[in-house]
């Protein structure tokens, strides 16, 4: 546009001007120094401007080199060419711009008018004067040479750049033009307001005029283009914050939303990332070519402006079938696509799902496939609708190298999905049913994986019925994790049960586990030795006497919630953690009456509550009401307790089992005491028959008594006394017979001629099951039948 003032022509119209920074290199130079020196800018500029001078630059007083005056310089031919010049310092910058025309066409009385019209003359360089209004008074932005918006004579920030940008330029201006003090390079982003529609970066200098007296009279800016530099810069910032901020988690959900953010609203204004459905589920995407169902599913979508556009494919929903097109074909191929609207449109054919792929008032499209290993893992695609420059080839160049970091963070999530899945199945098949149920416990038991990256740990839980309706409820973790700590959880279950079997007390069972896990470790190499432990605990409740005993080695302390409300941690003493060795473990025993809850639980699980115990009781206290009142059950209980995470990701896993003790009906069990006296067989016999008539169970008198006779003459005849004798009914009937002697009942085969020997063999013919345990003295001898109908 041209200035307010018309243009004349006068000595100095056709002024060279050159910008030259502190180290005296030429670093602008403008066409009228072209055409005076005849040396193009490419042969300048880089330079140094000693090397356009005949001889030594002219100094002033005290050696300074001089603001003005004349020089030599020598052009492209090698001729000198005297002209006469002035140097304006930039402030704050370090650069100069100096102005010239040949000598002879200078005077002294014009060369104030020449410097100015010098100034507008040149469109290398924008040069715009504002009055105190910051009203555009003069400038040389008026060719359509120079990068943003039209800027006419009289026009303010606000009538040619939209609101933002014009706002933070006027601010600057406004401060110098208050205080005197200039800046310089400072870049400002330049949108244009009206038609024709842009995006500029340019680097600004002001500083301000004044008139004679030194009062403030309006602004002078010095522009120069910087677009290029800011997109390089933009690009380079995107490709930083893309390898930094691109696969840091090991969710392929979350991977690919940090795709889609690292793209917006910098780089597009919409990007949208679609999976295919295996990906998502840690399988290999199938090989296909062409159009029809991918399989594809829209999983991480962003928008510059306010929530999704409803007219697109929402996230969550899978892509309908793309047609047959070289569009969808390159993108198989690995090829990133670049489209404007027009041509997306002209490409899809007739298919009716187009309008969904494209946004109300996007003009520009780029696709780029997420390529690993010979897989398209999925695609993730930009539209601008805001931003009014297209993509270009750099912006295609830009989104390949993102795609091609975001697939190695997408596959490599795929990958631990289906490692994490695999050992979360293995755990799950190693572990036992989540509840169980027999008419003297019920429990419920959960076991929770880690989040966030973390492996599959050891922990577990287990129910093991015992005889007697006794149960022996155990929680252990293993040490470390992955797919060894697994396998070392399921060890150590086997031989927790196969103890259990024995009737072992939780003392003695934890010390024969301990000298396991010792030989685990034993077996390890060198580097993974000092990895194989465990913690555990082991309790095992008797419904008769509504007690509890249990044994820790290295575990966190129970939680039991009486009837009444109130839960405490069980004082168990605590052991060493399993595999050190050397040290005893001891037991606890309190009472757990009808309608208790006792939880058993792993560290994982403590975790969630801050390491806090108290915490935890409060919350299974408060829980375990609203539990009652409102009827749920124990799994229900379990997984409220389980889920206390708010969310957030957890580093360790985590097992609870809840056990819920009823009572016996109260003329369910009986029992004696005998001396050790021949005599006592039959009244041991008349006893038990007596109180099966009280039951009912008449059917079930000819084995009892034949059990009875034959264990309690053992006792008298081998152990001594006193003999005890106990019935207890439920929906089997188990006879006990106790005595003071250790020595283990051994059933054998008796030979023909033999005399004896034949008893423990008619037991075992003749019941379901039998066996025996040792107690604090002497052992229990115990047989289970089945109630006679």
């Known amino acids: 546009m041209s200035e307010r003032a018309a243009p004349g022509g006068g000595p100095l119209a056709d002024a060279a001007a050159a910008l030259i920074d502190r180290r005296g290199v030429v670093i602008g130079w403008s066409r009228a120094a072209e055409t005076l020196l005849e040396r193009p800018a490419a042969r300048v500029l880089g330079r140094s401007v000693l090397r356009l001078t005949a001889g030594p630059p002219p100094v002033g007083g005290g050696g300074v080199p001089s603001y003005d005056g004349t020089v030599d310089l020598v052009d492209g031919s090698g ?19 100096v102005l010239a025309v040949a000598a002879e066409r200078v005077s002294e009385t014009d060369r104030a008018e020449a410097l100015s019209r010098a100034l507008l003359a040149q469109d290398r360089i924008g040069l715009v004067f504002r009055d105190r209004d910051l009203e555009v008074v003069r400038t040389n932005l008026g060719r359509g040479t120079f990068p943003g918006p039209p800027l006419p004579a009289g026009t303010r920030l606000s009538d040619v750049m939209s609101p933002p940008d014009a706002a933070s330029t006027e601010a600057d201006l406004r401060r110098v033009l208050k205080t005197g003090e200039s800046f310089a390079a400072h870049e400002h982003r330049v949108r244009a307001a009206q038609p024709p529609y842009g995006d500029w970066a340019l680097s600004v200098s002001a500083v301000r005029t004044e008139d004679p007296q030194g009062r403030p009279t309006g602004v002078a800016v010095l522009l120069t283009d910087a677009t290029e530099h ?4 933009r690009r380079a910032e995107l490709r930083h914050r893309a390898a930094a901020g691109i696969g840091g ?95 997306l449109l002209r490409g899809a054919g007739d298919s009716p799902h187009i309008g969904r792929a494209a946004p109300d008032g996007g003009h520009s499209f780029a696709v780029a496939p997420l390529f690993a290993r010979g897989l398209v893992l999925g695609v993730v695609a930009v539209w601008r609708t805001d931003q009014a420059e297209p993509f270009d080839d750099e912006d295609a160049a830009v989104l390949t190298q993102v795609a091609a970091h975001s697939a190695l963070g997408v596959d490599n999530a795929r990958r631990y999905t289906r490692e994490h899945r695999a050992a979360v199945t293995l755990q799950r098949r190693l572990l036992p049913q989540a509840s169980t149920s027999t008419r003297v416990m019920r429990t ?205 990701p957890y580093r360790d896993d985590a097992a609870l089992l809840l056990a819920f003790p009823s009572v016996l009906e109260e003329d369910a069990v009986a029992s004696w ?3 050790a006296d021949p005599a006592a067989v039959a009244s041991a016999r008349e006893a038990a028959t007596g109180k099966l008539a009280d039951w009912g169970l008449d059917g079930n008198s000819f084995v009892t008594e034949l059990v009875v006779s034959e264990l309690v003459t053992n006792a008298v005849r081998y152990a001594g006394g006193p003999v005890g004798l106990r019935l207890i009914r439920d929906d089997v009937l188990f006879c006990e017979v106790t005595d003071p002697s250790n020595t283990q009942p051994r059933m054998r085969r008796a030979r023909t001629t033999d005399e004896g020997g034949r008893g423990l063999f008619l037991i075992a013919q003749l019941s379901r099951r039998w066996g025996s345990r040792y107690g604090p003295s002497g052992k229990t001898i115990w047989v289970e039948q089945e109630l006679s109908a």
């Open 79 to 97: 001729r000198t060419v005297p002209v006469c010049y002035r140097a304006v310092p930039l402030e704050g910058t370090g650069q100069t711009l």
């Open 444 to 648: 419920a038991g959960l076991y929770e994986p880690a989040a966030g990256g973390a492996e599959i740990g050891g922990d577990w839980f287990d129910a093991i019925e015992l005889p007697s309706l006794r149960t022996a409820l155990v929680v252990g973790d293993v040490v470390g994790h992955g797919l060894h700590a697994t396998a070392t959880m399921g060890r150590l279950r086997t031989a927790v049960q196969t103890l259990a079997d024995l009737e072992l007390s939780p003392d003695e069972l934890l010390t024969h586990l301990d000298g396991l896990v010792a030989r685990l470790a034993g077996e390890a190499g060198p580097a993974q030795r000092d990895m194989v432990g465990a913690t555990c605990l082991v309790a095992v409740h008797d419904p008769v006497t509504a007690r509890c005993t249990m044994a820790a080695a290295g575990h966190p302390p129970p939680l039991m919630a009486l009837p009444g409300g109130v839960v405490q941690p069980v004082g168990v003493r605590p052991g060493p953690p399993l595999g050190v060795g050397g040290l005893p473990f001891e037991t606890t025993t309190v009472d757990m009456p009808a309608g208790s809850v006792l939880a058993l639980y792993t560290d994982g699980l403590l975790q969630r509550y801050g390491a806090d115990a108290g915490r935890f009781a409060d919350d299974l206290a408060e829980r375990l009401g609203r539990c009652r009142q409102s009827g749920d059950d124990l799994p229900s209980l379990a997984q409220a307790l389980m889920k206390v995470s708010g969310g957030r």
């Open 230 to 233: 800011w997109h390089a810069r």
């Open 249 to 343: 988690t090991l969710d392929i959900g979350h991977t690919a939303q940090e795709i889609a953010d690292a793209l917006v609203p910098d780089f597009a204004d919409l990007a949208w990332v679609d999976l295919a459905d295996a990906v998502l589920t840690g399988d290999e995407p199938p090989k296909t070519f062409g159009g029809g169902d991918l399989h594809l599913r829209r999983t991480a979508v962003r928008s510059a402006k306010g929530p999704w556009p409803a007219e697109l494919v929402q996230p969550g929903e899978v892509i309908p079938p793309l047609p047959d097109v070289p569009l969808v074909r390159s993108l198989q191929e690995g090829r990133t696509i670049v489209v404007d609207r027009a041509a």
């Open 673 to 675: 005491e005998f001396p």
